[in-house]
């Protein structure tokens, strides 16, 4: 059974920094990201969250295309997200998290390209130092957003803790990779 791709591959004219496609987000954050010609029609960050637990089972994953690049990191991301959230002594509450999450997310990451990015065989390096900055600008914006919209699916049920059924794919490594 293969593993779920994005659909934003066959996205016609879709701008790329090294071959990571920077796809249009429906955000609230300031940032450098396109913005969604249609608000009601699903993002990248909808489908990793839709994405996430289906391809955490799959130890490989074919890249198919600038989409695919973008959603693994966005992935990885969502499984650091949950780590950081199970290394607690106690659940958080749905505030709590939100800082914890959001403070990883404008955390320094490296960058395709950077000697300790973990996916260096499969990302080419920006082009210059203007795309890598920019690259690193849409990267934050989008982690800030991700972070947000998974706190919403985290604490969905109204009980105060995160669901288990999110917390069950904290020793799930999608690939086997971590972005840490």
């Known amino acids: 059974m293969p593993a779920y791709h994005s659909a934003f591959n066959d996205e016609p004219d879709v701008r790329q920094v090294g071959n990571l496609a920077i796809l249009p987000i429906r955000t609230r954050i300031r940032g450098p990201s396109p913005l969604a010609t249609d608000p009601s029609a699903p993002d990248i960050l909808d489908e990793t969250l839709d994405l996430f637990r289906a391809n955490s089972f799959f130890r490989?994953?074919?890249?198919?295309?600038?989409?695919?690049?973008?959603?693994?990191?966005?992935?990885?991301?969502?499984?650091?997200?949950?780590a950081k959230i199970a290394a607690t002594r106690t659940p958080p509450s749905q505030i709590e998290a939100g800082k914890s999450l959001n403070?990883?997310?404008?955390?320094?990451?490296?960058?395709?390209?950077d000697v300790t990015?973990?996916?260096n065989s499969?990302?080419?390096?920006?082009?210059?130092?203007?795309?890598?900055?920019?690259?690193?600008?849409?990267?934050?914006?989008?982690?800030q957003e991700l972070a947000a919209r998974l706190i919403e699916r985290l604490y969905?049920?109204?009980?105060?803790k995160p669901s288990k059924w999110w917390m069950c794919f904290t020793k799930r490594r999608?690939?086997?990779?971590?972005?840490?």
Request: charged residues 20%; hydrophobic residues 40%.
């Open 60 to 82: 490989n994953f074919e890249i198919k295309g600038p989409a695919d690049r973008t959603l693994i990191i966005l992935i990885l991301f969502i499984s650091d997200c949950l």
């Open 174 to 180: 999608f690939m086997n990779r971590s972005l840490n």
């Open 122 to 143: 499969h990302y080419a390096p920006a082009g210059s130092r203007a795309d890598a900055d920019y690259l690193r600008g849409y990267l934050t914006q989008a982690r």
């Open 156 to 160: 969905a049920d109204g009980t105060g």
């Open 103 to 113: 403070t990883l997310a404008v955390d320094n990451f490296p960058l395709p390209g």
């Open 117 to 119: 990015f973990p996916l």
